[in-house]
């Protein structure tokens, strides 16, 4: 392994890997230890495995405070959606998975398609600092956003507030559905959230060879295998 990309990933000879908890698709449970257990968390030890080195878990409540931690030196990779607006300060790899993103909307509602939420006076519930948070921050032209902290209380506040659409994933929109019989998941998608896996940018090196890894292991299978493993199949998917 070449001791650059050692110096900079693992300078105390343990891979610290930065893991977004909430991600209930990437990470699925936890281990009598405390360490996370999931698609993220085996990824960053196939990382470890391939350096030579022991992996240890970093865990975030929430995608922006691992995004925050990037600058204050708490880990060395870190396994988050790759964003524009995070790429400031994170190198990220090509994608290892992607997870469709899309709208759920109450009974009744007139909204029917995709496009049709972004209309003046419509309000979206929306996790603050979501990857698809940050999307749709780029992107939406007239809805407004309406943010909460985390996943459980953007559904609070969709439901509380009566607001007209509530964006997230579309695995985690199916299971608030079932709490709201009566509300619908539009068909398609607004984006696609893709996971990759980063680190500082000042770490060339090894973001080059986080590249490699990452497309190696959709080439091998190795992302198609863990995604079953962890019995994800169908609501993560494969990266192109």
């Known amino acids: 392994m070449d001791q650059d990309i050692l110096s900079e990933l693992a300078p105390s000879g343990t891979l610290r890997a930065g893991i977004n908890l909430p991600n ?12 996370p257990i999931g698609v993220a968390p085996d990824m960053a030890r196939a990382i470890a ?20 931690a ?3 030196n708490l ?17 990220f790899s090509p994608p290892y998975v992607e997870i469709e993103a899309t709208y759920l909307v109450p009974e009744g509602s007139s909204l029917a398609a995709i496009d ?23 992107h939406l032209k007239h809805a407004e956003l309406v943010r909460a902290k985390g996943l459980a209380a953007a559904f609070e506040l969709f439901v509380n507030e009566k607001l007209d659409a509530l964006a997230g994933l579309r695995p985690g929109l199916i299971a608030d559905a ?30 080059a060879f986080l590249a490699d890894f990452v497309e190696e292991a959709k080439a091998s ?15 993560l998917l494969v990266a192109p």
Not at 75 to 91: F, Q, S, V
């Open 178 to 207: 079932d709490k709201l019989p009566s509300a619908r998941i539009l068909d398609g998608r607004f984006t696609a959230v893709r996971q990759a896996v980063g680190t500082a940018t000042i770490n060339r090196a090894s973001a």
């Open 116 to 138: 049709d939420v972004d209309r003046p006076g419509i309000r979206i519930a929306v996790s603050d600092r979501s990857a698809y948070d940050l999307y749709l921050t780029r």
């Open 24 to 35: 209930f698709l990437l990470v699925t449970g936890k281990a009598s230890s405390g360490d």
């Open 70 to 72: 990037a600058e204050r």
């Open 75 to 91: 880990w060395d990779i870190g396994l988050i959606a790759a964003e524009p607006a995070r790429a400031k300060t994170i190198a």
């Open 49 to 68: 495995d391939r350096l030579g080195v022991a992996v240890s878990y970093a865990t975030f409540a929430s995608p922006g405070e691992l995004t925050d």
């Open 221 to 235: 299978g190795l992302v198609a295998r863990l995604i079953e493993r962890h019995r994800v199949t169908g609501r």
